[in-house]
């Protein structure tokens, strides 16, 4: 289906009265929608218990229905998030180190002799080649081809990629994002729990914080409703990308959720309601990701116009971008945006970021 028709904007509020970041948050989507950056875009900020909630441009560039700020949307690499809370409770429980070779609780699944840490898979400086990010035929997460993005892929496969190609470097010798570090660790869970790592975070996380609209969709290729199509370059065109078989991301990007779930979550981690006070000590502990950006263990650390950091996640899938940031305030964002033709301005995520947390 070739997507050209015209994106219009909606705005929804779920405060009473205007403020100057409202207004200014909604001038930049408007700005984003109406250059055809993106099709829609969710925004929630939290402070003090009170969310504001902003909804532009469309579920579908067809139907043009608005978009609904309750949506559900592929969260992508926010996964990793949840994937390290559970590890870094097991170690608080004692059931691993950080510093463990990961042979010794994954014998074979790694090559023989591999000093690839727990500790290492978590904040990228394992080394091991990204599946993902490879330009692989058929296994690329950044380009779009509509009928590999449906086929059932298991961890295993995944993984079995990610190491039929040298490692960028031995491990501990730099630093590299690779979706291939959080199978290995959605694995890990499996081992250490004897369940399946979706259902172990779900335990863990999902059910004592309700958050109901939060899901990891295994082989299920379709989005709940209500949801803001996601679209991709395919051949020229713009195709409706929302249909994918979340297996490609596994513990490395299959999460589904809501931004109220998201900021829920994140509030609870970073609140130190999740793990203990010396395990979001080790999450919080950073290497330098290039662009004055840091990356702990599964958490990102984003830089403010204005000074300081706020940490959390991105993740981006086939149509599909999301930020989740927390400063120490306790003011959280989370955004999410479906691209489409134009290009998003870089400045796009800073000007956002000062207007949340640079009053």
């Not at 009170?50 to 532009?56: E, G, I, P, S, T």
């Not at 400086?125 to 035929?137: M, V």
């Not at 058929?138 to 190609?165: F, H, I, M």
């Not at 609140?271 to 950073?286: F, I, N």
């Amino acid at each position: 289906m070739i997507l050209t028709k015209t994106v219009a904007l909606t705005l929804a509020l779920t405060t009473t009265a205007a403020t100057p970041a409202n207004d200014a948050l909604k001038k930049q989507l408007d700005r984003l929608v109406e250059a055809k950056a993106v099709t829609a875009a969710l925004v929630l900020v939290r402070e003090d218990g009170r969310d504001r909630v902003l909804a532009a441009g469309v579920r579908d560039v067809r139907a043009k229905a608005p978009a609904d700020p309750r949506g559900y949307f592929r969260a992508g690499s926010v996964t990793k998030t949840f994937v390290a809370a559970v590890l870094l409770q097991l170690a608080d429980e004692g059931k691993l180190a950080l510093d463990d070779r990961v042979e010794r609780h994954l014998p074979g699944a790694l090559p023989e002799g591999s000093q690839v840490t727990v500790r290492r898979l978590l904040d990228h400086t394992s080394g091991i080649f990204d599946y993902a990010g490879a330009g692989i035929p058929g296994w690329s997460a950044r380009d779009y081809r509509p009928r590999e993005s449906l086929y059932d892929q298991t961890p295993q496969e995944l993984l079995a990629v990610g190491l039929s190609k040298k490692p960028y470097f031995e491990p501990g010798r730099g630093w590299r994002y690779s979706n291939t570090n959080y199978v290995v660790a959605a694995l890990l869970i499996e081992k250490l729990t004897g369940r399946p790592y979706a259902e172990e975070i779900g335990r863990r996380i999902l059910r004592p914080l309700g958050l109901r609209h939060t899901l990891f969709p295994g082989h299920r290729k379709d989005l709940p409703r209500p949801h803001a199509r996601g679209y991709a370059a395919y051949r020229g065109t713009m195709v409706d990308a929302t249909r994918m078989n979340p297996s490609l991301e596994y513990g490395a990007g299959e999460v589904v959720s809501t931004t109220k779930d998201l900021a829920t979550f994140f509030d609870a981690l970073l609140g130190g309601k999740l793990v203990s006070e010396q395990a979001l000590k080790q999450m919080r502990t950073l290497r330098d990701a290039g662009g004055g950006m840091g990356y702990g263990l599964g958490l990102q650390a984003f830089p403010l116009p204005c000074g300081g950091k706020v940490y959390g996640h991105s993740g981006g899938t086939f149509g599909y971008l999301t930020y989740a940031l927390r400063s120490d305030s306790g003011r959280t964002l989370v955004l999410s945006a479906n691209p489409y033709t134009g290009e998003i301005p870089r400045s796009a995520l800073a000007e956002a970021l000062g207007t949340v947390f640079c009053p």
